[in-house]
Nanobody, 125 residues
């Protein structure tokens, strides 16, 4: 059974930083592209970042480029999202995502095989 468990969300002031983590089980982690999405209140879920199986390539939504960094530790079955210079409008539930067989491009396109339950990030202005 594939499980993705996010952590690291919380309350932060605008301009602050948070690091999210997602621990994965039930798959051979190093063979799966992974990513992060977010869903703000009243809005659709949107792509944030994706990372290739070996961590050599990463992709970002234009809105977060230069401020967010996705990384992975295959030995710990974990991906991370370092978020800096957070903005109030980035208040959302952040979801970890996994693609069973595709590349990170698949996740960028919104093709996701498994989702975590999400972690809430609240950015106060």
């Amino acid at each position: 059974q594939v499980q993705l468990v996010e952590s690291g969300g919380g309350l932060v002031q605008a301009g602050g930083s948070l690091r999210l983590s997602c621990v994965t089980s039930g798959v051979v982690f190093g063979t799966r592209a992974m990513g992060w999405f977010r869903q703000a209140p009243g809005k659709e879920r949107e792509f944030v970042a994706a990372i290739s199986r070996n961590g050599g390539s990463s992709y970002y939504a234009d809105s977060v480029k230069g401020r967010f960094t996705i990384s992975r530790d295959n030995a710990r079955n974990t991906i991370y999202l370092q978020m800096n210079s957070l903005k109030a409008e980035e208040t959302a539930v952040y979801y970890c995502a996994l693609h069973s067989w595709g590349t990170a491009d698949s996740i960028v396109a919104g093709a996701v095989s498994y989702w975590g339950k999400g972690t809430l990030v609240t950015v106060s202005s």
